[in-house]
């Protein structure tokens, strides 16, 4: 497991890692604010603890009353957003600083609440690299769901396990997790998305288009926030890049970087998109786009590589764009990226990523897709932003 750090050593060691990129100074000061508060109220006991907790509160505009007590619901709602915000910036440290001192707090019955936590700090230990402290983090919420009967804790688990099998390129054992969660009564709306978005993977990568577009359709209208749109339609737009649909490809992915995208998000965005303008358009405009895109990568990579921020995502679109490049005729800036690349494949076991370095992803014919898969095209296609690209 991830050792806690202590929270502000924690935002010490994130803000090197996102050096460079966009955080609101209010925000960051705000969250290393209630970090602090919970830290220390997790080292007392009694009133004092209650003072600590209900400025915490406070400070998000939430009061309890008086003589009432702080209710535990409300303490794991706020501090569960408040670690989601920093999981979006890519602050893990901070977060997973965060969500070891709620733990603390929550009392040892509260099994649903602590694997909830337990849960994301397995996708905490997975963007950190660290694929073993995930995985023990995951069976561990898997032992408290079997236990208890708690299906939505089993299907937490059984995703967070299944996308681990993935990076490792077992895709047989990730698609038996993820339909599993799919067929799961008591699984929690969002860990059925993500099981859809790893079954879109899947079926692309086993060259199933029309499943894996049903499968990312189903995500993106089962989204409950933007973000989860956006990662939707990112599957979404890899799909039809992967189908040989460069030009609708380009245009999803227009509509994905259009919604602002957080910045896990948008180092794979950039990546399938500079992919998909290689392909779709004329050489003289694929090659400024693909350079446009890259420079744009190598300045998000500066920061968030310094220690080791979300090694698979940057792995990955280092791939991407080297071969985008490669496609373009810069082949100084793609033997650049590919090296890049290879050492963090190398590192980190992403055994998928090492074979598809010595076997680049062309883009191929255009493959034959169901009319169901051709309506889906059409509805992301008059999604906002996608009209940005004149890909045809």
Known sequence: ??????????????????????????????????????????????????????GLMAQHRIVAFRDSGIPMAALFSTVMGIGQDMLDSACYRTAHSLLSTLLVL????ETLLRGRVIAVQGRLARELGDGVSSRGYYEEVEQLGMSSGLEELTGRA????????????????????????????GAASDSVGIAH???LIMCAGAADYDCAAKHGWEAFRGASNTTQETEALLNLAQLLLDAGHSRAALRGFAAALARTPVLRLELPILGGAACAAAAALPVPAARAVVRNFSERLEHLLRSSLREGAMPHAAATSLVELSEALAVVGDEERATRMAARARGLANAHGFHQLMHRLENPVLVAAPAPLAPATHEIIAAVDELEGAELVAAG
């Open 1 to 54: 497991m991830l050792a806690p750090l202590p929270c502000v050593e924690a935002f010490r060691r994130d803000s090197v890692s996102i050096d460079g990129v966009e955080l609101d100074d209010g925000v960051a000061a705000s969250w290393l604010e209630s970090a602090t508060r919970l830290e220390r109220a997790a080292m007392t006991r009694g009133a004092e603890r209650e003072r600590l907790l209900a």
């Open 106 to 109: 929550l009392p040892e019955g």
């Open 158 to 185: 059984w995703v967070g396990l299944g996308i681990l099998a993935r990076h490792r390129g077992d895709y047989p054992e990730a698609r038996r997790l993820c339909s599993a969660v799919i067929g799961l009564k």
């Open 197 to 199: 978005h790893e079954m």
